[in-house]
Structure formats: C-alpha cells, structure tokens
C-alpha cells in the first residue's frame, strides 16, 4: 500500500508538471492538434485545420466572434458571471435544452486543453486552465487560440480553413457579412452549415452582423481588433 501512495505521488506530480509546460508550449506554440480534433477525424468527420497568425485573421472575422459569442471578451477575467447565472437558471427551468454561459476563454480552454462534454470533472479542470490561460496569456492571445481551434463546420477547424472551404479565400480577405456567417455556425457547427446556407445561419448572421455594429466603436474591441504582433 505504501507503494502504492508513492508511485501514485509520482504520477500526479508528473502530470502536473507536464501540463503546465504544455500550457507554456501553448503560450508561444500552436496547439499540434486537440482531443476535439482527433474524435472529428477517428468519428469520420475529417479533419481540416489551417494554422494563421493573428495579423492574418481578417479584422471582421475577430469582430464576429466577440459579437457572437463574447462581447465582454476584452474586459473580463476569463468568467461572464452573468451570462452563467442566467444560462443556470435557464437550465434549470428547461433541463431539456441546455444553454451555455461560456465565454472565449472558457472555450479555449476547453478546445485546446480539454475534451467534449458536460461533467464536473471537465468542467472543474475547465476553470482551472480558464484560469492559467487569462492569467499568462494575452487576450490577443487567447483570440487567436480561439479562431485557429474553434470547429466551424463538420471537419472543419479554425477560420482559415472555413474561409478556404466556404469563401475559396484565406482568412485575412473575409468580408464582414462572411465572417458573421461563420461565426453564426459556431453554437453548432455541425447542425447549422454555412455551404450550404442552413436556415438558422443565414438568420442567426444577421442578428451577428447588428452586434458587430453595435459593438464596432468600443475603445477595448478596436484595440484588441488592431493589436498586432
């Protein structure tokens, strides 16, 4: 038993280090590929992903996704208390439909150190690396994590990639109206398609493309949007 303690010590400590040296890897690399990708390409959905820098990301496409997912982005520390205590009690009153209160961060988190699903335990390890990333990295950062790892389509990973497949042009040419399209598939890539035009995309973008307007002129939004490396 004795033994048993020691070696499981051992092991711990080993992971612990391992994934704060993968978190500093990430600080400066990009991820090589996610759990989400591997289960996309072993579920034979394919697997098409296109790594950009941040200055080769269209400004319109990281307007988007703040609108569409994030508007607080560049003010919060990681957690919009807000938008979760609604999403629970949302929850709460329909179980059935279960609604989300994650903001970029959080998704990063998920999509670059973790897996898929809705357990306490992934949900704690979520906080923690939501966390670490708002903690050591830049917003700047964590937007681009976001916009090179997001799934946008079934298959289809980062925003160079949707840009190729849907648009036949590199991330840095999208338009503003085609960056809120992609952004609109982003609640569920694989159910709402941008090619073809599903239903709910091509109204879902309009409402993205007002909120891209509404937030345009904010002081912290432009500075993230004209940060460059």
Not at 20 to 45: E, K, N, R
Not at 73 to 95: R, T, V
Not at 109 to 125: E, P
């Amino acid at each position: 038993m004795k033994h048993f303690w020691k070696r499981l010590k051992r092991t711990v400590l080993v992971l612990v280090i391992a994934q704060f040296v993968y978190i500093l890897y990430i600080w400066v690399f990009p991820p090589p590929i996610t759990v989400t990708q591997i289960g996309s390409l072993l579920g034979g959905h394919g697997l098409s992903k296109d790594w950009v820098s941040y200055d080769a990301i269209s400004p319109n496409a990281k307007l988007a996704v703040m609108a569409a997912e994030d508007q607080l982005f560049p003010d919060h520390s990681g957690f919009d208390w807000k938008s979760i205590e609604k999403a629970l009690a949302y929850n709460k009153k329909k179980p059935g439909r279960i609604r989300g209160g994650s903001t970029i961060s959080q998704q990063v988190a998920k999509n670059v150190f973790l897996w898929q699903g809705r357990s306490w335990v992934r949900k704690g390890l979520e906080v923690y690396f939501t966390f670490m990333i708002e903690t050591l990295y830049s917003k700047q950062r964590i937007l681009e994590l976001y916009l090179n790892v997001a799934e946008m389509g079934e298959g289809v990973f980062g925003i160079e990639a949707a840009a190729k497949r849907y648009y036949g042009k590199p991330a840095s040419a999208l338009t503003r109206q085609q960056a809120a399209q992609i952004a609109a598939c982003l609640r569920n890539p694989k159910l709402y398609t941008v090619k073809p035009l599903s239903k709910f995309v091509s109204r879902h973008s309009g409402w993205v493309l007002r909120q891209m307007s509404n937030i345009d002129g904010d002081p912290d939004i432009q500075r993230l949007i004209a940060a460059s490396k």
